[in-house]
């Protein structure tokens, strides 16, 4: 608290004390030294501050700037200078060429630099003012709307909480789709314990690497969307590849740097309920519970320190981070701590270069938000009876048993629900759920230059985390969710425990060759690497049976005859690589890769597949005499194969223990002919450039298709001990375009507005499955199977992952609505015949990002849209067969009737028989197309004020409305980051829109 007081104090100071010094106008013109040709797209700062200019197309340029301060001219291709204004209102700035950096170098797979212009694929960088100016907890968010061809969700689980990004769609039909997340190079590890993959009872989100990441730390991020820009990584980047890289020291500079982050949310999206009438349709004379009462205004707080030195042939960068968020949802806090370091030393000469980094970060999370019924108090809530007062659910969720000398949950209440409802306030105070994590980081590297051409670099690192997730649910808690003890009928309570642990080990060797010959440039690497996951589960559950001692959370308390269960999983991959770019007059460039992996997760001795890259690109402008307002003119085109392994232990016969202490026998057989899943990938694109960058155009087309993939299907009766078995087969195509425009509009003096449009389209076709035993076709496949809920996700032949199937009206052999005796439809089957099909993956995705400056003032805008698609809202379907949403109250308060396809019906009785788990579920399906304005921000910037080079102070929003939205709830938040239950909305938490205040300071 005292912190959070200081960091006000310290921003009052500053804007009350605050003494502007006396700013003049100076204006001027840059050219190129020898030819002296106007520099459009010159970037002109004011050193040591963030405020500047870029010279427009006739390389003019105009700035305010204080008597005494340094302009800093900056081109790529161009030595920069710096010149000390004094009593000049005008200027005229030579900038000579660096023969060493004629090019713009992009960080690539393996962390080789190389020229953008060179590459012969697509990638798209985001700078880290994008990521900080508007911070989140989890980093990834921050690229919404920024990145061509990303698709990107959210769990509904708070901070701290997963993130679902897809790259050009779905590939695989039972792995993950996700991107391999890179830090200066080495691969990270990957997901957390647990993602929900049931409905009712769907688990939790047990977080991802990514989130951990403190967004100072970060210098920028490179996105490589393609195949063939993260072949060199093999198999674990199928899905694309996003390179993070991390600031460090720089040679003759020392800062500190502090920044501070203060956000409020608020829920909003979320269902509105009735407070008139009772389940039965009984006007009430109280104010009953609404989600209004249950939601609070939740508060995020992130303060960073860096500190970073650098002298000749040493730089660190070290940095403290907390985070602390009180949730929207009632008891919900998160709190995490991120410690980071790393050095730079070069000796003999600057031939060799030592590298290390360490990060430590630690975590607890309380009662995070989770989906599903099961002991869930968003549930709990929007179905809490109308019988009960607000005032008696909240402050009288217990009373005390004098006999049993406990307290015990208090909701006398009628329920209509399939799955018995609780209050929700007992669950928030005695159902309680906490979350730890502990993860280090450690990477070292080595480099030695033996000449101007040859170079060897090793890597090592190891990325070790242990979680500990817990669940006290205290006597009394709903008996559907914990039974009553059979010997006493008396209820104790239910105890749940996860202990995780996952480690990645990492390490590789590189040789490195550069050599201009003639006119040719030559850029080769040849290399190792291993890659050596372990994680392990240690659960205990006491599953929906009552613990032996009541309020005794141990595993001595479990029930009689439970135990706990044991897993542990190793996957190993070692991998030779080689890649060569020639490249010819700088007008034409060749690149070919192969990587050649073995995998502990395929059948041994058939354990090796090789994939290779192709691609070739064409500089248009350094071949032909074009336009001079043309700066860059470019096409590519590459092919790529690119293989993935299966998970860990499908080759083997795995019994094991189950949580009654039973031999659990596998009901599958071992997959000895297992085969890595083949990606085979065609890209074309083109990128123009206009006015030396002031405009930038790059459009992409690719078309990928994923054979091998892995499927679990049933064996023949009598053909085998088990009854299943995995086979590889289907065929999954990706094809579409992305396109992202930069301008920057307007370069006038102290006024520059620069920004890019992004937009991207990818369809998803299904081409084929599987065969049966019986040697036919099979035309669609369960990945998550409803139940008794009418839902199911599916994968069909022509249709697409992510495929749902809903229920529609049963009808007669003419297509109309059968009506039963009591006047009422009923829900047809989930059959292929007759349930309703859709996706719930958009057609169409659209980004725009601006950034406006003027003086010392800055405005950053993100607009995004998702465009098609649908998601079916199990949470309005509940409600409505519950009686607590203002449909029903509607529907009681109706003296006609509904009329649905020309058929009249009791709007009462209609709503009652077409809603529910069991009801015509496909009236609950959602058009997801949205647009909002995903991120807002405006500050200025003080320069020098004191001891400090600069201060910004920015207003900040995130996700604040909606231009247009046709659910009634976020179709962004999802219920899973996994593979299942995707397009549904159960009883997650809301949306939240965020305002608040960033604080920046440097030293």
Same mark, same amino acid.
């Given at each position: 608290m005292k912190f959070r007081l200081l960091t006000f104090v310290v921003s009052l100071l500053l804007m009350t004390n605050f003494l502007q010094a006396q700013e003049s106008l100076v204006k001027g013109i840059v050219k190129e030294n020898g030819t002296g040709e106007p520099l459009p797209g010159v970037n002109v700062l004011i050193k040591g501050t963030s405020v500047g200019t870029t010279t427009d197309f006739n390389g003019e340029f105009a700035l305010s700037v204080e008597k005494g301060g340094t302009l800093v001219f900056s081109y790529i291709g161009f030595i920069s200078k710096e010149v000390l204004v004094e009593n000049q209102s005008t200027l005229d700035i030579s900038l000579d060429v660096d023969a060493e950096q004629l090019e713009e170098v992009v960080v690539t797979a393996l962390g080789v630099?190389?020229?953008a212009e060179s590459l012969t694929y697509s990638t798209q960088s985001v700078s880290s003012e994008d990521l900080i100016t508007a911070k989140d907890p989890n980093v990834m968010n921050s690229l919404s709307g920024r990145v061509a061809g990303l698709q990107l969700s959210r769990s509904g689980s708070g901070a701290g909480g997963s993130v679902k990004i897809n790259l050009r769609g779905n590939r695989s039909v039972s792995g993950s789709s996700s991107p391999l997340y890179v830090i200066d190079g080495v691969p990270m590890a990957g997901q957390g314990a647990a993602q929900p993959g049931e409905i009712e009872?769907?688990?939790?989100?047990?977080?991802?690497?990514?989130?951990?990441?403190?967004?100072?730390?970060?210098?920028?991020?490179?996105? /490589?969307?393609?195949?063939?820009?993260?072949?060199?990584?093999?198999?674990?980047?199928?899905?694309?590849?996003?390179?993070?890289?991390?600031?460090?020291?720089?040679?003759?500079?020392?800062?500190?740097?502090?920044?501070?982050?203060?956000?409020?949310?608020?829920?909003?999206?979320?269902p509105e309920m009735q407070s008139k009438y009772d389940a039965e349709g009984n006007a009430i004379n109280h104010k009953a519970h609404t989600s209004d009462d249950f939601y609070e205004t939740g508060t995020t707080w992130v303060n960073s320190l860096s500190y970073s030195q650098g002298g000749d042939n040493t730089q660190f960068y070290a940095s403290y981070a907390n985070t602390n968020a009180q949730g929207v949802m009632p008891t919900n806090t998160f709190n995490k701590h991120n410690f980071s370091f790393n050095t730079t030393t070069k000796s003999m000469n600057d031939k060799l270069e030592v590298r290390f980094s360490a990060n430590y970060i630690t975590q607890e999370g309380f009662n995070r938000p989770s989906a599903g019924a099961y002991m869930n108090p968003i549930y709990s809530s929007y179905l809490s009876s109308r019988s009960i007062s607000q005032d008696e659910l909240k402050n009288n969720y217990q009373t005390w048993n004098k006999t049993r000398q406990i307290y015990e949950q208090n909701y006398a209440a009628p329920v209509r629900s399939e799955i018995a409802n609780e209050n929700p306030y007992w669950l928030l105070n005695r159902a309680t759920s906490e979350d730890i994590r502990n993860r280090y980081m450690l990477s070292g590297s080595l480099s030695y230059k033996f000449n101007e051409n040859f170079s060897i670099q090793g890597r090592a690192n190891i990325d070790a985390t242990d979680d500990l997730w817990e669940r006290k649910a205290h006597a009394t808690t709903n008996p559907i969710n914990i039974s009553v003890d059979p010997g006493t009928g008396l209820s104790h309570g239910g105890y749940f425990k996860d202990e995780f642990s996952n480690s990645m080990t990492y390490a590789d060797a590189i040789l490195n060759y550069n050599k201009k010959i003639n006119d040719f440039n030559i850029t080769a690497l040849i290399g190792g690497a291993i890659r050596d996951e372990k994680s392990s589960l240690y659960r205990v559950t006491s599953d929906k049976r009552s613990i032996k001692y009541t309020n005794i959370f141990s595993v001595a308390s479990l029930p009689e005859g439970m135990v706990p269960t044991e897993s542990a999983t190793q996957r190993q991959v070692q991998s030779v690589f080689a890649s060569a770019s020639v490249g010819y007059k700088e007008m034409l460039y060749l690149d070919v890769t192969g990587r050649n992996d073995w995998s502990s997760t395929l059948?041994?001795?058939?354990?090796?597949?090789?994939?290779?890259?192709v691609g070739l690109t064409a500089v248009l402008n350094n071949?032909?005499?074009?336009?001079?307002?043309?700066? /860059?003119?470019? /096409?590519?085109?590459?092919?790529?194969?690119?293989?993935?392994?299966?998970a860990p232990g499908l080759t083997v016969l795995q019994h094991g223990i189950n949580f009654n202490g039973d031999l659990a026998y596998s009901d599958i057989s071992p997959a000895e002919n297992l085969k890595p899943e083949l990606s085979t990938s065609i890209e074309f694109g083109a990128e123009l450039e206009l006015f030396n960058g002031l405009l930038y155009l790059d459009a992409n087309f690719y078309k990928t298709n994923t054979v091998n993939q892995l499927f679990r299907v049933d064996n023949r009766l009598g053909t085998s001990n088990f009854n299943k078995r995995y086979v590889n087969a289907g065929d999954v195509e990706n094809r579409g375009f992305e396109l992202s425009i930069s301008a920057m509009p307007v370069s006038q003096g102290d006024l520059t507005w620069s920004t890019t449009l992004n937009l991207s389209r990818?369809?998803?076709?299904?081409?084929? /499955?599987?065969?049966?035993?019986?040697?036919?076709?099979?035309?669609?496949?369960?990945?998550?199977?409803?139940?008794?809920?009418?839902?199911?996700?599916?994968?069909?032949?022509?249709?697409?992952?992510?495929?749902?199937?809903?229920?529609?009206?049963?009808?007669?052999?003419?297509?109309?609505?059968?009506?039963?005796?009591?006047?009422?439809?009923?829900?047809?089957?989930?059959?292929?015949?007759e349930s309703i099909k859709s996706n719930s993956n958009p057609d169409f995705i659209a980004g725009w990002a601006n950034t406006l400056k003027y003086k010392g003032f800055t405005l950053n805008m993100v607009i995004d849209g998702k465009f098609g698609g649908q998601t079916l809202s199990l949470t309005d379907s509940y409600m409505d067969?519950?009686?607590?949403?203002?449909?029903?109250?509607?529907?009681?308060?109706?003296d006609g009737s509904v009329e649905v396809e020309g058929i009249s019906f009791d709007p009462v009785k209609y709503l009652n028989a077409t809603s529910g788990r069991a009801g015509v579920t496909s009236q609950y399906l959602y058009d997801q197309t949205n647009i909002r304005l995903r991120e807002l921000s405006i500050g200025y910037t003080f320069n020098n004020v004191g001891p400090l080079s600069d201060v910004t102070l920015s207003a900040v929003g995130r996700n604040l409305f909606f231009f247009y939205n046709a659910a009634p709830f976020d179709p962004d938040v999802v219920m899973s980051t996994g593979v299942g239950v995707q397009g549904l909305n159960f009883f997650s938490l809301p949306t939240t829109r965020s305002v608040g205040l960033n604080l920046r300071v440097n030293f």
């Open positions: 630099e190389r020229s009872n769907p688990s939790r989100d047990g977080g991802d690497g990514i989130s951990n990441i403190n967004p100072e730390d970060i210098e920028s991020i490179n996105v /490589l969307k393609g195949a063939a820009a993260s072949a060199l990584y093999g198999s674990q980047a199928a899905n694309g590849v996003i390179m993070i890289t991390t600031k460090k020291g720089e040679a003759g500079q020392s800062r500190v740097s502090f920044s501070s982050n203060f956000m409020a949310e608020q829920a909003y999206l979320y059948p041994v001795g058939d354990n090796s597949f090789f994939y290779p890259s071949m032909f005499d074009l336009p001079e307002v043309i700066s /860059l003119a470019k /096409l590519r085109g590459n092919y790529t194969v690119l293989g993935n392994d299966a990818n369809v998803n076709e299904i081409k084929e /499955l599987y065969t049966r035993d019986n040697g036919t076709e099979a035309e669609f496949d369960i990945v998550t199977n409803g139940g008794n809920i009418n839902y199911m996700q599916v994968l069909r032949k022509g249709g697409a992952i992510g495929e749902i199937w809903t229920a529609d009206f049963a009808r007669n052999e003419d297509g109309t609505i059968i009506v039963d005796d009591n006047g009422v439809p009923s829900a047809a089957g989930i059959t292929p015949e067969a519950e009686g607590t949403s203002v449909a029903y109250a509607e529907a009681v308060e109706n």
